[in-house]
């Protein structure tokens, strides 16, 4: 965005790639708009380079996220359907509790146990709130 000119156009495969919400997408035709550049899809092919290419952009990003709902829904549904059936249970665990807790319990600090174990904070904080209840 920062090296786009008057008279340049953003091109993007896909609307979807572009940004996560209809506000996004809208928000970044909006900033080409105040740059005097014009935004590009090339599938489907449209242009804001006129009135009917935004309202279009408008519109396909009202799908896009219609459609990611829907993806979401799905989703969800099937996680809850393989919880039920006691098949899911998350991502395995990447590093033991107890090392968590034997590196904590020689006084090293929890933000320097997750650098050290490529863990983030929570999980030392998680791990080491399991060991007190």
């Known amino acids: 965005m920062e090296f786009l000119r008057e008279g340049d ?3 993007v495969h896909r609307l979807d790639r572009l940004g996560r919400s209809t506000r996004d997408v809208l928000n970044l035709v909006h900033e080409l708009d105040a740059k005097g550049a ?3 899809v090339l ?6 380079a006129g009135d009917m290419g935004r309202m279009v952009i408008t519109v396909l990003g009202m799908v896009a996220d ?3 709902k829907f993806i979401r829904d799905r989703q969800r ?5 393989a919880k ?3 098949v ?3 991502r395995r665990k990447s590093v033991n509790d107890d090392e968590i807790r034997r590196l904590a319990s020689e006084g090293i600090p929890k933000a320097q146990i997750a650098r050290d174990l490529g863990v983030s904070r929570m999980t030392v904080y998680r791990a080491l709130a399991d060991a007190e209840t």
């Open 9 to 11: 156009e953003l091109v």
């Open 38 to 40: 014009s935004l590009r």
């Open 43 to 48: 599938e489907p092919e449209v242009t804001t």
């Open 66 to 68: 219609m459609e990611l």
């Open 77 to 81: 549904a099937g996680i809850e359907a």
């Open 84 to 86: 039920d059936k006691g």
């Open 88 to 90: 899911y249970k998350g």
